[in-house]
T-cell receptor, first 114, second 111 residues
Framework: ETGVTQSPTHLIKTRGQQVTLRCSSQ?????VSWYQQALGQGPQFIFQ???????GRGNFPPRFSGLQFPNYSSELNVNALELDDSALYLC?????????????FGPGTRLTVT | GQNIDQPTEMTATEGAIVQINCTYQ??????LFWYQQHAGEAPTFLSY????GLEEKGRFSSFLSRSKGYSYLLLKELQMKDSASYLC????????????FGAGTRLFVKA
């Protein structure tokens, strides 16, 4: 196990609703990244936080937003859920700002939008 | 933009050697990673290359050529438990930091 935890494990929401997913980083890690992984695909980068500030973002609309807290835990918020948002959401923590070291992934949250 | 290509599927025999290739295009290259992902599980880190050459780590080796935008992961002495998806990912620092993953290569190891 990596020491990265995510909650909840599974979640079912209705189109148009809002959802918050949570991630606790591995001890000592100051950088967290969020990914969306559809079945049979590689993880798609959503954004990265370093010391409570977003310092990298992928091609996701503004309804995907995040927070990182002083203890380096993190949240991913998704507003106005769409059916295509159904996926596995992974967070990964690492030690350096550039993330040029390995990322440790949590087990993921499986989100289903109906 | 960024683009990563790797074969969709490969099959190899237990005890053999397999090479999984990855080609990439990115404007702000800052390192290449390989991850292993078993079905229903999170990716786990295998290797990291930022300079050209070969990095060896037990049964796994990874090679990088930055001028060619090319990497490969070499798995030796294949075991049944190596059946998994292998993800190539590139670190890009253009306009902020981001990690771009390929779609993954599903490796089937047969007896």
């Amino acid at each position: 196990e990596t020491g990265v935890t995510q909650s909840p494990t599974h979640l079912i929401k209705t189109r148009g609703q809002q959802v918050t997913l949570r991630c606790s980083s591995q001890s000592g890690h100051n950088t967290v990244s969020w990914y969306q992984q559809a079945l049979g695909q590689g993880p798609q980068f959503i954004f990265q936080y370093y010391r409570e500030e977003e310092n990298g973002r992928g091609n996701f609309p503004p309804r995907f937003s995040g927070l990182q807290f002083p203890n380096y835990s993190s949240e991913l918020n998704v507003n106005a859920l769409e059916l295509d948002d159904s996926a596995l959401y992974l967070c990964a923590s690492s030690l350096s700002r550039g993330g040029a070291y390995e990322q440790y992934f949590g087990p993921g949250t499986r989100l289903t939008v109906t | 933009g960024q683009n990563i290509d790797q074969p969709t599927e490969m099959t190899a025999t237990e005890g053999a050697i397999v090479q999984i290739n990855c080609t990439y295009q990115t404007s702000g290259f800052n390192g290449l990673f390989w991850y292993q992902q078993h079905a229903g599980e999170a990716p786990t880190f295998l290797s990291y290359n930022v300079l050209d050459g070969l990095e060896e780590k037990g049964r796994f080796s990874s090679f990088l050529s930055r001028s060619k935008g090319y990497s490969y992961l070499l798995l030796k002495e294949l075991q049944m438990k190596d059946s998994a998806s292998y993800l190539c990912a590139v670190r890009d620092n253009t306009g902020g930091f981001k990690t771009i993953f390929g779609a993954g290569t599903r490796l089937f190891v047969k007896a």
